[in-house]
Nanobody, 121 residues
């Protein structure tokens, strides 16, 4: 069992940056792919980026380069650095963990409760 808690969301002006954190508790953090997803009002949850257990990274094409991910296995924490934010990035951001997961949300077994990000114009 893995529990995930996101933090770092908030209100930011367009063009600004935020860093989200996801702290994991439980066993075998380093064995999981850790992913970030987001869900805007009225829209489906969508993949943002993931850091695999083996060191690889999967990016949503539309966000590649703007939202780098990093993980600290010693701290059981994964980070999402969000840069050059626009109002279209407004969403609830979720952290997720899954074995051998990539970009499909059905491959993730554990989810955090999410953290709200609001980007003002």
């Amino acid at each position: 069992q893995v529990q995930l808690v996101e933090s770092g969301g908030g209100l930011v002006q367009a063009g600004g940056s935020l860093r989200l954190s996801c702290a994991a508790s439980g066993r075998s953090f380093s064995s999981y792919t850790m992913g970030w997803f987001r869900q805007a009002p009225g829209k489906e949850r969508e993949f943002v980026v993931a850091a695999s257990w083996s060191g690889g990274t999967y990016y949503a094409d539309s966000l590649k380069g703007r939202f780098p991910i990093s993980r600290d296995n010693a701290k059981n924490t994964v980070y999402l650095q969000m840069n050059s934010l626009t109002p279209e990035d407004t969403a609830v951001y979720y952290c997720a963990a899954g074995y051998r997961a990539r970009w499909d949300l059905t491959e993730y077994d554990y989810w955090g409760r999410g953290t709200q990000v609001i980007v003002s114009s």
